[in-house]
């Protein structure tokens, strides 16, 4: 029987389709949802002293108010919710994480990457099949999620930069001494 449900989330609207097939199971079986927001380790030598670690607490931040953004709209569906910050090599924390929760299946979206996309940076979905404790369901991306999801993540990066140019110039010049 299902009693706990794992969907990993990514932040992306795309990772985000895989709530709706588990609240669908949830809300049938009366089982509970952990969402699992995995924030990866940054390489230390890449980064100047101390500001590694103001990187992996914004990483935390942002992650914690994403799951909990989530966790709130899923409870308002009246679905019984947990949620989980890891931290590390993603398909590995969520296997792990699985394993502890003692979850009985794991819903996920894959991002449709195929060939040598998929060999050269992984797929978290096709690791998971291979190391999680439990079932996993895999919810496919159509070509036309991919894209709308990518236009939609170009736009937002297009309005923080937009955002940052407008923060930078607008400082007295006083600031620059």
Do not use: N
């Not at 795309?14 to 079986?29: H, T």
């Amino acid at each position: 029987m299902i009693k706990r449900i794992m969907v990993p989330v990514d932040g992306s609207r795309l990772g985000e389709r895989a709530l709706v097939v588990a609240g669908d199971l949830a809300e049938s079986l009366a089982a509970t949802i952990v969402i699992a927001r995995v924030v990866p380790l940054l390489a230390p030598g890449r980064y100047a002293p101390g500001l590694l670690r103001q990187v992996e607490e914004a990483q935390e931040k942002d992650a914690e108010a994403y799951l909990a953004s989530v966790a709130e709209r899923l409870a308002d569906d009246r679905l019984t919710v947990e949620s989980r910050l890891l931290r590390g090599p993603i398909a590995e924390k969520l296997a792990e994480q699985a394993a502890i929760e003692r979850c009985d299946l794991i819903v996920l979206t894959s991002h449709g990457m195929s060939g040598l996309a998929s060999a050269v940076f992984g797929s978290v979905a096709q690791k998971l099949l291979h190391a999680a404790p439990c079932p996993v369901l895999v919810v496919r991306s159509t070509a036309a999620d991919l894209e709308s999801d990518e236009e939609l993540e170009e736009s937002q990066a297009d309005e923080a930069l937009i955002t940052e140019a407008s923060r930078l110039t607008a400082k007295p010049t006083a600031e620059y001494g």
